[in-house]
């Protein structure tokens, strides 16, 4: 895509995109498990703007998904120009991207409807599938900057699931090892880069939920599983008795988080999320709580088949290319990001980029 092609148009738009894969089993939630309705609102504001300033937030795609319908997106960018970005491949990336003149202050602010339900797969009942598209779920098997599936990656993952002899033994095998040998390190910036081939090679197996979920993601795929990280945001706190898991007021600014799915043959996309299990462990009051604690085991039990649908979905991508940038591409894209004359603005320096991000429940009336 020309940087010329891409801004267009201000106003709202609705996107109307399918997730590839995302076609419900009879394994999968009840069509009787409700929706729950979300706006959320994204203002972003670059404060050392230089020449032109791009920004790009990024936003759930309205999709034909077991768990997520998007309802509609708008945004403002006075004194400047933005439209919808909609990738319609694998990947499923979309962002609200605009570009700002200099001497405009460049502020763009980005509303989102979307409707999520809890999302479970019965895996003791494989359900009735789709012909298996051999190059979408190809697509999930490649490797990536940060998801490398040869040298130590490889071999670890034939350490961990050689021996089993199903999709779902390897899948589980893998599940099991990293909330039995990874920690949640509250240091790391952001919810971590994800370079699991560092965290391979150095033995430093802590991080968050970006470097945890990625090297579950990297270790399925070396063992032939296709996997895909889910990048997203909590909305609402957790109805399932979990502080830790979900923000505790509107403000969301910092409640981005990125979960994993693996396919399964019989079942499809099958929800995990170790990164959780490690966070409820840290985090969950008192804190430090060991896995054999019984909060701690009900999550980790909970978290290989099912997600509590209190966080929307972005996008699956890798590598991402921002439209119009003149910087490479991201590893992913979970926060809103910009760029100036001087090139990219670090997404979580609060002294140049100033975002906020809020939610609410739209209840519908009696």
């Given at each position: 895509m020309h940087r010329r092609?891409?801004?267009?148009?201000?106003?709202?738009?609705?996107?109307?995109?399918?997730?590839?894969g995302s076609r419900p089993s009879l394994a999968e939630t009840s069509?009787?498990?409700?929706?729950?309705?979300?706006e959320t609102v994204t203002r972003?504001?670059?404060l050392d703007p230089s020449g032109l300033t791009r920004v790009w937030v990024p936003v759930p795609l309205a999709a034909d998904a077991p768990y997520q319908r998007t309802i509609g997106t708008t945004?403002?960018?006075?004194?400047?120009?933005?439209t919808l970005f909609a990738d319609k491949g694998l990947d499923s990336v979309a962002m609200v991207a605009a570009q700002f003149p200099a001497g405009v202050r460049p502020v763009?602010?980005?509303?989102?409807?979307?409707?999520?339900?809890?999302?479970a797969v019965n895996l003791r009942s494989p359900g009735r599938r789709p012909k298996r598209d051999h190059v979408a779920l190809g697509h999930f098997l490649r490797p990536t900057k940060l998801l490398p599936i040869d040298g130590v990656v490889r071999d670890k993952a034939r350490v961990i699931a050689g021996r089993a002899r199903?999709?779902?033994a390897k899948a589980r095998?893998?599940?099991e090892w990293i909330v039995e040998n990874t920690f949640r390190d509250p240091k790391v910036r952001g919810c971590g880069r994800g370079d699991i081939r560092s965290m391979l090679e150095t033995g430093d197996l802590g991080g968050k939920c970006a470097d945890l979920n990625s090297l579950y993601v990297g270790l399925a795929r070396a063992s032939g599983l296709p996997a895909r990280d889910v990048y997203g945001i909590r909305t609402a706190k957790s109805e399932l008795g979990y502080k830790s898991l979900g923000p505790a007021t509107p403000t969301i600014t910092k409640a981005q988080h990125c979960r994993a799915e693996v396919y399964l043959s019989g079942f499809g996309w099958v929800p995990v999320d170790p990164a959780d299990v490690r966070k409820v462990a840290l985090e969950e009051p008192p804190g430090n709580r060991p896995l054999d604690d019984e909060m701690v085991k009900s999550a980790r039990a909970r978290l290989f088949g099912s997600w509590e649908m209190n966080w929307?979905?972005?996008?699956?991508?890798?590598d991402v290319s921002l439209p119009g940038a003149d910087s490479g591409p991201l590893e992913f894209l979970m926060y809103p990001q910009a760029e100036t004359a001087r090139g990219r603005v670090d997404s979580l320096d609060p002294d140049g980029f100033k975002y906020e991000i809020t939610s609410r429940e739209i209840v519908a009336p009696a």
């Open positions: 092609d891409f801004i267009r148009s201000a106003g709202m738009v609705t996107a109307s995109l399918a997730w590839p069509p009787s498990t409700p929706w729950r309705t979300f972003a504001e670059v945004f403002k960018a006075e004194g400047g120009m933005a763009l602010t980005v509303t989102s409807r979307v409707s999520t339900r809890d999302y199903t999709d779902e095998a893998i599940y929307v979905a972005y996008n699956f991508g890798q």
